[in-house]
């Protein structure tokens, strides 16, 4: 997993201190894998085990292993991202934060009733999701119509939980719900592909699989082998703990 992708990946863990430090990183990455802990310390007016805990907040083991990380993307050819059901899974299981898991369980377990939303293809997630939880005698629905979700989220509140699906992240169907669930205070979970998106910033906990959106002859074809694997994730996790 490249640098920046680290970064956004658990940037909830990351503090303004932290944030410096990235922001020196990026802006010098041929200069920095050169350099010392001690020297880029000294350049960000901090101590060398600020620098240590960062490495380690983004999964690195250590400051050696950061630099070495980033010395490596910069020596490898800038090749086209493969486009392969193989990489898309394995990028996803790079991305799954079971931290995120166990907090989005935590809520769900936590809530009166769980509500699920997604349009298209995402729709049936949310179906299997929804029976996933009642296994367990969870309390849990999910609705394809507008007008039925807007007349659930009227009588749910901050003690229940809306989970998202969107893998652009920027569905305007989507987004309507986030927006009334946020002015009657309800808790957002959301699952997205991992980018920035309008989504990410209304949810309470956002949860990543890694499925760029692809089509063919006029026909979305996107991969959604990975949204499978989060799911099953947080349901295996939920199962076993709760």
């Known amino acids: 997993m490249r640098f920046e992708e680290r970064v956004h990946k658990f940037e909830y863990k990351l503090n303004d201190t ?3 430090i990235v922001e020196y990183i990026e802006k010098n990455k041929q200069d920095f894998v050169n350099q010392s802990i001690q020297s880029v310390a000294a350049c960000l007016y901090t101590v060398p085990n600020t620098i240590t805990r960062l490495s380690k907040k983004l999964g690195y083991d250590g400051f050696s292993h950061l630099k070495s990380s980033i010395k490596e993307e910069l020596d490898s050819a800038k090749a086209t991202e493969e486009d392969s059901s193989y990489y898309f899974i394995q990028k996803t299981f790079d991305l799954i934060d079971m931290e995120r898991i166990e907090t989005a369980a935590k809520m769900i377990h936590e809530s009166k ?5 997604g349009v298209g293809d995402s ?9 996933n939880l ?3 005698g969870k309390t849990s629905e999910h609705y394809i119509h507008r007008h039925e979700m807007i007349h659930m989220l009227e009588k749910m509140s901050h003690q229940d939980v809306l989970f998202l699906i969107s893998l652009s ?3 305007p169907q989507v987004l309507e719900m986030a927006e009334k669930a946020k002015q009657r205070e309800i808790p957002i979970i959301s699952l997205t592909h991992f980018t920035r998106n309008s989504l990410q910033e209304a949810a309470a906990v956002n949860l990543y699989c890694y499925a760029p ?3 063919k002859n006029g026909y979305n074809i996107t991969d959604r082998t990975p949204v499978m694997i989060v799911l099953q994730t947080l349901s295996q996790f939920y199962w076993d703990h709760f």
């Open 134 to 136: 009642r296994v367990v």
């Open 18 to 20: 932290d944030d410096q």
């Open 113 to 117: 009733h769980v509500l699920f939303f």
């Open 213 to 215: 959106k692809k089509t």
């Open 123 to 131: 729709a049936d997630f949310c179906e299997m999701m929804a029976r």
């Open 169 to 171: 992240g920027e569905t």
